[in-house]
């Protein structure tokens, strides 16, 4: 599978941002797909997931700002981004897994598919 990201962009600081991860392929809704985020001179991390079957998950530091949705008919899976903050300025990854399990979704190598990343810089 093939993903595109898009939606990046400069927001000032309170303002929201939609992501969105575009599938290539017909198998789409059998992936689990998460966003991870990585900032300069820092780890890429684990933003949040949606599994296959729809249940979605969110890091604890995230959860109350950011949701993820996924539309299998169109192939993608967005990221809702509100109240955005200087600290969430990044590039914003998607990745996509056939066969990560609950406990690993947070990890990065749970996922053998990975977009080419889009920048989100939040300005004060």
């Known amino acids: 599978v093939q993903l595109q990201a898009s939606g990046g962009g400069l927001v000032q600081a309170g303002g929201s941002l939609r992501l969105s991860c575009t599938a290539s392929?017909?198998?789409?809704?059998?992936?689990?797909v998460a966003w991870f985020r990585q900032a300069p001179g820092k780890e890429r991390d684990y933003v949040a997931a949606?599994?296959?079957?729809?249940?979605?998950y969110s890091a604890d530091s995230l959860k109350s700002r950011f949701t993820i949705s996924r539309d299998n008919a169109k192939s993608t899976v967005y990221l809702q981004m509100n109240s955005l903050r200087r600290e969430d300025t990044a590039v914003y990854y998607c990745?996509?897994?056939?066969?990560?399990?609950?406990?690993?979704?947070?990890?990065?190598?749970?996922?053998?598919?990975w977009g080419q990343g889009t920048q989100v810089t939040v300005s004060s």
């Open positions: 392929g017909d198998t789409f809704r059998r992936y689990s």
């Open positions: 949606v599994r296959y079957n729809g249940a979605t």
């Open positions: 990745a996509a897994s056939s066969s990560a399990i609950l406990s690993n979704l947070p990890s990065r190598t749970a996922y053998a598919y």
